[in-house]
């Protein structure tokens, strides 16, 4: 409650630009539609908003190009047209590696 209340109070300042931090983590099924809506609402309206997250499908959903950070440094620029291609990049070679790491049987 605390944190959708904090974005509530962030939206109605009426910025032009928004940095949300993980907007998703901690939130209920209900606040995350109505986040995403939210977003896409000030995507329409022509805010910049930059979102971290380590959630792809939120990003997806509700984002222009992604920013790819690896120890700290931008390693790539994805574009949308792209996403689905980082996708399977990243459920191809580093998911497949973690899940073989475990060696489940």
Same mark, same amino acid.
């Given at each position: 409650?605390?944190?959708?209340?904090?974005?509530?109070?962030?939206?109605?300042?009426?910025?032009?630009?928004?940095?949300? $931090?993980?907007?998703?983590?901690?939130? @209920?099924?209900?606040?995350?539609?109505?986040?995403?809506?939210?977003?896409?609402?000030?995507?329409?309206?022509?805010?910049?908003?930059?979102?971290?997250?380590?959630?792809?499908?939120?990003?997806? @959903?509700?984002?222009?190009?992604?920013?790819?950070?690896?120890?700290?440094?931008?390693?790539?620029?994805?574009?949308?047209? @792209?996403?689905?291609?980082?996708? $399977?990049?990243?459920?191809?070679?580093?998911?497949? @590696?973690?899940?073989?790491?475990?060696?489940?049987?």
């Amino acid at each position: 409650m605390k944190k959708k209340l904090a974005l509530l109070a962030v939206l109605l300042q009426g910025n032009e630009f928004f940095v949300l $931090d993980e907007p998703y983590n901690g939130i @209920d099924i209900n606040g995350s539609i109505a986040l995403t809506e939210i977003l896409l609402k000030l995507k329409e309206l022509n805010k910049t908003v930059i979102i971290s997250s380590h959630i792809f499908s939120t990003l997806s @959903d509700t984002c222009n190009e992604i920013l790819v950070l690896r120890d700290g440094i931008i390693t790539e620029t994805v574009q949308r047209a @792209d996403f689905q291609k980082l996708e $399977d990049e990243i459920k191809g070679s580093r998911i497949k @590696d973690l899940v073989n790491k475990l060696g489940l049987e």
